[in-house]
């Protein structure tokens, strides 16, 4: 079945302890994005990728640190965690990076963060 | 730049009442509109979008979009909701420069009430 994978699904830590959210995907896709969401706001983009080994920030990548060694991986990085990083996040995957046309995002279940 | 714009955060509809999601949008540049959908403890999926051509666009389970570029707007309608339709909506803009040109408004949480 095609899916992205986020682990872990729940996750509860203290602040400053690293951390990191992986998410795989088995479509040979090529774009990969992380989200938060949070109330009131929607989602913001953290960071995104267009390829193996190319990687750029999006609207909120203060704090957070990604990778893609791999096309099916784009782990999350947090290698400091604060309170205000509490939120739901999302992997999310595209088989180009113009989801304009047919490619929509297809986004894995989400992990719900807190950080104490 | 690009925005969107959901004028309500919630929408409390009775069952099998007719339901419309507003959904306000601004770009420089020619657009393309999404609409996603995330049920509870899920991730988002892709319900419609319009890229060109007829600016009234369907889903597979009796959703409908109208594309208006005088009003800007990409409004999302259903004539009868069911219990199942509750959900978060979102709808999301794209100004063709890729899925990092993506920018979703804030959702509109879908309440049917019996």
């Known amino acids: 079945e095609a899916q992205v994978t986020q682990n872990p699904r729940y996750l509860i830590t203290v602040t400053g302890k690293k951390l990191t959210v992986t998410c795989s995907q088995n479509?040979?896709?090529?774009?990969m994005s992380w989200y938060r969401q949070d109330p009131g706001l929607g989602l913001r983009q953290i960071y995104y990728?267009?390829?193996?080994?190319?990687?750029d920030k999006g609207d909120v990548p203060e704090g957070y640190k990604v990778s893609r060694k791999e096309k099916r991986n784009f782990p999350l990085i947090l290698e400091s965690p604060s309170p205000n990083q509490t939120s739901l996040y999302f992997c999310?995957?595209?088989?180009?990076?113009?989801?304009?046309?047919?490619?929509?995002?297809?986004f894995g279940n989400g992990t719900r963060l807190t950080v104490t | 730049a690009q925005s969107v714009t959901q004028l309500d955060s919630q929408v409390p509809v009775f069952e099998e009442a007719p339901v419309e999601l507003r959904c306000n949008y601004s770009?420089?540049?020619?657009?393309?509109l999404f609409w996603y959908v995330q049920y509870p403890n899920q991730g988002l999926q892709l319900l419609l979008k319009?890229?060109?051509?007829?600016?009234l666009v369907e889903s597979i389970n009796g959703f409908e979009a109208e594309f208006n570029k005088s009003q800007t707007s990409f409004h999302l309608r259903k004539p009868s909701v069911h219990i199942s339709d509750t959900a978060e909506y979102f709808c999301?803009?794209?100004?063709?420069?890729?899925?990092?040109?993506?920018?979703f408004g804030k959702g509109t949480h879908l309440i049917i009430q019996p």
């Open positions: 999301a803009v794209s100004d063709g420069g890729g899925a990092d040109g993506l920018t």
């Open positions: 770009s420089s540049v020619s657009v393309y």
């Open positions: 999310a995957s595209s088989l180009l990076a113009l989801s304009s046309y047919n490619s929509p995002l297809h």
């Open positions: 319009y890229l060109s051509g007829s600016t």
């Open positions: 479509m040979n896709h090529e774009y």
């Open positions: 990728s267009m390829n193996v080994e190319v990687t």
